[in-house]
């Protein structure tokens, strides 16, 4: 019976760590589909970001203060510096870009471009380190880029060419900057912890979407429907707070390489969802298009793993 017990321990935590993996994916995925819901209202992309970082700060705050307390290493001023630099090009700016290219674009598109993420992460970390990209890494970016341009011309036929155009390249300006976060962050994370980083540089990226909204907006423009105010608690809450902290428990269990794979469920279900509630429409274009995006980054992460 002894020799049974830690099979099972083991099984039970790769079971809630793929549980976790899923959930944060969906809840990643949802955001887009609850920000195109809040913009049916007179909201615009400054406030509506404000509003889900005003909501979740509370939280990664409580995170900040524990972490203080349970860590008897101080940040030295490089970690500082870095946790400043990377929460507002990781977390503020690339929201920004993206609540402001969703306000052209469909829900999937949106998805699918921020996916792409692995393949920008490869590029910037190729030319930062001097590292090798392998003919099956280069063709199967290949493919995700090919998917990207399918699903573009189907939702440019289907509306306005410009601001599809407009909206997707904001959203592209947005997985750079996340992928340049993910790159920079690696170091950072491994000498302060994920969860102090984490919480510290949510912090920063809050900090900075206020200021900018109390820079630009007077405090009449927080006079909203309650409609606008249930959905940013909703993305702070399901598409912020708890994926952030699932998927950090689900790569602890199972390891970031599976956790990313089961994150490839993302575009799925936001295309799903986009159907369901935002009645986006689904052709075979955009089928054949999410399924080249899907096959390159799963390609790429699974080589990434192995190496």
Known sequence: ?????????????????????????????????????????????????????????????GVAVWAWLHHAE????????????????????????????????????ERLILFLYPTMTVILAAAIYKLPIGRRVILAMALSYAGIVLVFLHDAGIGHAANTLLGGFLVFLSTLSYSTYLVGAGHAIARIGTARFTAYAMVVASAAALLQFGLTHPLSAL?????????????????????????????????????????????????????????????????????????????????????
């Open 223 to 307: 006079d909203l429907p309650l409609r606008v105010y249930e959905l940013s608690v909703a993305m702070a809450i399901f598409s912020t707070v708890l994926p952030v902290f699932l998927l950090s428990y689900a790569i602890k269990r199972i390891g970031s390489g599976s956790a990313s794979l089961i994150g490839s469920i993302g575009p799925v279900s936001t295309i799903g969802m986009a159907y369901v509630f935002l009645n986006e429409g689904l052709s075979l274009l955009q089928i054949a298009g999410s399924s080249l995006v899907l096959i390159g980054v799963v390609i790429i992460s699974v080589t990434t793993s192995k190496k």
């Open 1 to 61: 019976m002894a020799s049974v017990a830690p099979h099972v321990t083991v099984n039970r935590d790769a079971l809630i760590g793929v549980m976790f993996a899923l959930v944060a994916a969906v809840g990643f995925s949802a955001k887009a589909i609850l920000v195109k819901l809040a913009y049916l209202s007179p909201v615009d992309a400054i406030t509506l970001l404000a509003l889900r970082m005003l909501f979740s700060v509370p939280v990664f705050i």
């Open 74 to 109: 101080p940040l030295t001023r490089q970690d500082k510096l870095l946790v400043l630099v990377l929460g507002l090009i990781g977390y503020y700016l690339s929201s920004f870009l993206d609540f402001l290219g969703l306000q052209y674009i469909t829900a999937g598109l």
